[in-house]
């Protein structure tokens, strides 16, 4: 099964991109690299996902290098409402359908 | 659609005593599953369920029943309450069955928020 490494925490000045590095160096062809954030001890928020081309949505940009093993969430403009717990996630099977939530990377925006 | 509802909020609970979270969503997902969250430790399934009548166990089960009648609902059961069962609930939900839902997300409720003394 694929697993992730990221660094617990990073600090960001608000108004700059936050970049979130996370590893996954034995992810297999066919599965997906997920993000979500956690705020504040609410519900994780699904954030983006993708496969092997870089994705953008109206949250984030998910870069994924050629290889696969790694990929960045990049937040262009960071507010203190992104502060969150930030989880990379690659789907595994041993529990059929299921996510397998890390740690963790502790983003703090700074004013 | 009001996503995935969870209630109550907030328990307190008795130890040996027994409860229910109840679970709810309205886009017709067909899985469903539960998490507990403690600190330090991370997200961790409890059961999941991909469709009405199925129900599997998670990661750390024991302690925890589940069934699931219909799409809607899914409700988690404790039977006897223990104080190491103190922790977050988070139920969430996804697409599943179809080619194009193989790697639907998840959405989560905002969770319950248990204690057991």
């Known amino acids: 099964d694929a697993k992730t490494t990221q660094p617990p925490s990073m600090d960001c000045a608000e108004g700059r991109a936050a970049n979130l590095p996370c590893n996954h160096s034995?992810?297999?062809?066919?599965?997906?690299v997920y993000w979500y954030r956690q705020i504040h001890s609410q519900g994780p928020q699904y954030i983006i996902h993708g496969l092997k081309n870089n994705e953008t949505n109206e949250m984030a940009s998910l870069i994924i290098t050629e290889d696969r093993k790694s990929s960045t969430l990049i937040l262009p403009h960071a507010t203190l409402r992104d502060t969150a717990v930030y989880y990379c996630i690659v789907r595994v099977n041993n529990y059929g359908q299921n996510f397998v939530f890390g740690p963790g990377t502790r983003l703090s925006v700074l004013p | 659609n009001a996503g995935v509802t969870q209630t109550p909020k907030f328990q307190v609970l008795k130890t040996g005593q027994s409860m229910t979270l109840q679970c709810a969503q309205d886009m017709n997902h067909e899985y469903m599953s539960w998490y507990r969250q403690d600190p330090g430790m991370g997200l961790r399934l409890i059961h999941y369920?991909?469709?009405?009548?199925?129900?599997d166990q998670g990661e750390v089960p024991n302690g925890y029943n589940v069934s699931r009648s219909t799409t809607e609902d899914f409700p988690l059961r404790l039977l006897s309450a223990a104080p190491s069962q103190t922790s977050v609930y988070f139920c969430?939900?996804?697409?599943?069955?179809?080619?194009?839902?193989?790697?639907?997300?998840?959405?989560f409720g905002n969770g319950t928020r248990l204690t057991v003394t």
């Open positions: 969430a939900s996804r697409v599943s069955g179809g080619p194009s839902s193989y790697n639907s997300p998840l959405h």
């Open positions: 034995t992810i297999s062809g066919n599965e997906y």
């Open positions: 369920s991909v469709g009405a009548g199925i129900t």
